[in-house]
Nanobody
Framework: QVRLVDTGGGSVQAGGSLRLSCAAS????????MGWFRQVPGKEREGVAA????????HYADSVKGRFTISQNAAKNTVYLQMNSLKPDDTAMYYC???????????????????WGQGTQVTVSS
C-alpha cells in the first residue's frame, strides 16, 4: 500500500515562510489529485490547496490565496506547499492527501481523498 510522507513543518514568526513536501512511497501510483488540508483541535479538517496532476490546475482556499503556492514534481510523485507571509491563524496540523480517481466530490472535501499523510505541525507565532 502506498504511503504519503509529509514533511517540512516547524515554528516560525508571523511573516515568515515554510515549505511543506509530500512524497509518495511508490512512484508507480498515478495520483490524479493531490492536496493539502489543515486541522486545529476542535475544528473540521480544512482544504488549503490542491493540484490536478494531469492538467496542473491548482485551487486554493480564499484564506491562503496569494500567500500559498502548491506545485508538483510529477517524476517524483511529490507535491509541495510553499507558504509565505504566514499568520498565526495558519497554525495547524497540515496533512497531505491524494487519490487515484475522481470520487464525485470537490478538491476541498476530505472524502474526495483516499490516501493521507501522517501530518506535519505548523506553528506561527505573533
Amino acid at each position: 500500500q502506498v504511503r504519503l510522507v509529509d514533511t517540512g513543518g516547524g515554528s516560525v514568526q508571523a511573516g515568515g515562510s515554510l515549505r511543506l513536501s509530500c512524497a509518495a512511497s511508490e512512484y508507480s501510483y498515478n495520483f490524479y489529485l493531490m492536496g493539502w488540508f489543515r486541522q486545529v483541535p476542535g475544528k473540521e479538517r480544512e482544504g488549503v490547496a490542491a493540484i490536478y496532476t494531469g492538467s496542473g490546475s491548482t485551487h486554493y482556499a480564499d484564506s491562503v490565496k496569494g500567500r500559498f503556492t502548491i506545485s508538483q514534481n510529477a517524476a517524483k510523485n511529490t507535491v509541495y506547499l510553499q507558504m509565505n507571509s504566514l499568520k498565526p491563524d495558519d497554525t495547524a496540523m497540515y496533512y497531505c492527501a491524494a487519490d487515484l480517481w475522481p470520487n464525485g466530490g470537490s478538491w476541498y472535501e476530505p472524502n474526495e481523498y483516499g490516501y493521507w499523510g501522517q501530518g506535519t505541525q505548523v506553528t506561527v507565532s505573533s
